[in-house]
């Protein structure tokens, strides 16, 4: 299995976060995919084998941490390439709340 689990939502408290820049002044740190339950249970392929999916947007997944739990709240086509990669690691944004 790559992550943790795979989940269908956002079982955490809304942070108020919708925007990229919103997320800018939280840093980057490494987690590990075996640690993450996604909060998406779909892909978009297109998105996935873009080349550019990551040139208008943050370089950065978005994760938040909630009750010890790491959720990937933005950035799955990034987790699942490095998945395909066979990098176990993935930088991201991880916001603690809660």
Excluded: C, N
Excluded at 71 to 95: M, N, S, W
Aim: no cysteine.
């Amino acid at each position: 299995m790559i992550f943790k689990a795979v989940g269908g939502g956002r079982p955490y408290p809304d942070h108020g976060r919708t925007r990229t820049r919103d997320w800018v002044d939280v840093p980057p740190r490494q987690v590990r995919l075996d640690e993450l339950v996604t909060t998406k249970r779909t892909l978009d392929l297109e998105t996935l084998l873009a080349e550019d999916s990551t040139f208008y947007g943050d370089l950065f997944a978005h994760v938040v941490e909630f009750e010890g739990t790491l959720y990937l709240e933005d950035g799955l086509h990034r987790a699942v390439r490095a998945a395909l990669q066979q990098r176990p690691v993935l930088h991201a944004r991880v916001l603690t709340i809660g």
